[in-house]
């Protein structure tokens, strides 16, 4: 009796096991995937160092999640077009192409640029609390009035190009952690930031789910790692030495946010 109940006992553990494992491991991240990586910087990997000598001015990262990605699940094949600046005209005119009837695995972040991310942070670092909060206010006019469309547009050009793909479409994280001591901004206008980037980010996960896409959300992961926030920054803040990595994912913030979101995602 005792001899049968060790044996269950460990029949037990061992599916117990076996369906811990099954659950780590994304049901559909196969070997067999090919991976096309579109979108701004975000996905291209600007602030997170080590960039690809053929990227150029587009700062492709190995440390980008697309790259992460690629190195820990392996798939089939693996390229990643994503470019420093690009808007949605960008993706649709330049980066399309790189899909194809063969590609099963899609991610994009994109929209930030349409909006006029970097033209607001040097408004609002530049001058006072009323011009960031005008500057805000008329991006998100904008939002409302213009993205949906524009996302639309890319949408329908990646189910276009690439029928048989899963595509993730992956958002910005909040910059700031609001209620501390911080330098810099005023309270008023790192709340105005935030709502422009709820803003977006809430337009962008309705347009993807209108198109039957998966919207990988990273702003609860960045909570507790923002710009004024006590735990290690996920983000770079202002620098002036280097204007361009300002207010974008460290490798930190690529690796321990953006990556773990969309693996979960891309299933």
């Known amino acids: 009796m005792r001899r049968t109940r060790l044996v269950s006992l460990a029949l037990s553990l061992t599916a117990a096991l076996g369906a811990t494992l099954a659950l780590a491991v994304p049901a559909q991240a196969a070997a067999t995937d090919h991976y096309v990586a579109l979108g701004d910087s975000y996905s291209s990997g600007v602030g997170a160092g080590s960039y690809t000598s053929e990227s150029g001015s587009c700062q492709r990262s190995t440390n980008a999640y697309p790259a992460l990605y690629a190195a820990n699940i392996r798939p089939a094949s693996y390229r990643s077009v994503a470019c420093s600046g690009a808007t949605t005209a960008t993706v649709i005119n330049s980066q399309l192409s790189a899909l194809s009837s063969t590609t099963t695995l899609v991610s994009i972040s994109v929209g930030g640029n349409d909006v006029g991310f970097a033209n607001i942070m040097t408004t609002c670092v530049l001058y006072g609390t009323t011009e960031c909060v005008a500057a805000v206010d008329a991006a998100m006019v904008k939002a409302r009035n213009q993205l949906p469309g524009l996302l639309a547009n890319v949408y329908t050009g990646i189910r276009s190009k690439a ?92 690796s321990g946010g953006y990556y773990p979101v969309f693996r979960s995602a891309a299933g």
Not at 167 to 186: A, E, I, M, R
Not at 191 to 208: C, M, P, Y
Not at 225 to 244: D, I, M, R, T
Request: net charge positive.
């Open 163 to 254: 029928p048989n793909a899963r595509v993730v479409v992956l958002g910005y994280p909040v910059f700031y952690q609001l209620n501390t001591v911080c330098v810099g901004l005023s309270d008023t206008s790192r709340a105005k930031i935030n709502e422009g980037i709820n803003l977006v980010d809430d337009i962008t996960r309705s347009a993807a789910v209108a198109k039957g896409f998966k919207f990988a959300d990273v702003r609860s992961i960045f909570v507790g790692h923002q710009l004024c926030s006590y735990g290690e920054k996920w983000l770079h803040a202002l620098n002036y030495l280097n204007l361009g990595i300002s207010y974008h994912p460290t490798a930190a913030g690529q």
